[in-house]
């Protein structure tokens, strides 16, 4: 059997979550104005995550925000690599629902939240009053993996983000709509890989 070329195979992207951060465990919006850092735990899920990664990646990406980076930056040490941080990758602003219960949020506002396929309401927003829609994300997904094209081709790339930013790569790459996209969930320090 012939050997696939290596312009056959394109870029390879692996969407890796962030390690566990404060607020996280408890369903809290941190979105994109609550900076806040990995607790023991994402430090933990960190460690293994670059511990247990095979094949040096070419280029290790991440969100601006210190979850990511800081993920991000054991993968980094491990195989010596600068950590390039894209601004378009970061978390959903979530406008005036930052710092805010998704559960509580999710009862109290239902239509602003997207259904999972057996019908019960998701975590994820169609829209955050004063901040991001869904729209919104897509079309920072849509630039992003322009750019990964752009700048990156025939290599293999790690971006540490966010869930609902993971989710919205995934759905330009594949055409998986909600509410069908939710039933993957990405969970912290879990990844999804994809060629482009």
């Known amino acids: 059997m012939e050997p696939t070329s290596r312009a056959k195979r394109g ?8 390690g566990r951060a404060g607020g996280n465990r408890a369903h809290i919006f941190n979105g994109s104005r609550r900076d806040v850092p990995l607790t023991a735990l994402g430090r933990k899920q960190a460690k293994e995550l670059a511990r247990n990664w095979t094949g040096k990646p070419d280029a290790i990406l991440s969100s601006p925000m210190k979850r990511a980076r800081s993920t991000a930056g054991y ?19 979530i406008g005036k629902w930052t710092g805010k219960s998704a559960v509580v949020m999710c009862k109290k506002h239902p239509d602003y939240f997207f259904r999972k396929t057996n019908g019960k309401i998701s975590h994820y927003l169609k829209k955050a009053p004063g901040g991001e829609t869904w729209g919104d994300i897509l079309k920072r997904a849509r630039r992003f993996l322009a750019f990964v094209r752009k700048t990156y081709p025939q290599k293999r790339v790690v971006l540490i983000a966010h869930g609902v930013f993971i989710l919205a790569c995934v ?8 509410p069908k996209l939710w039933d993957l969930h990405v969970k912290n320090a879990h990844m999804i890989c994809e060629r482009l």
Do not use: F, M, W
């Open 75 to 93: 993968l980094a040490r491990k195989y010596r690599l600068p950590v390039v941080v894209v601004p378009d990758t970061h978390e959903q602003n």
């Open 171 to 178: 759905s330009v790459l594949t055409g998986i709509k909600p």
């Open 11 to 18: 870029i390879s992207l692996c969407l890796v979550r962030h």
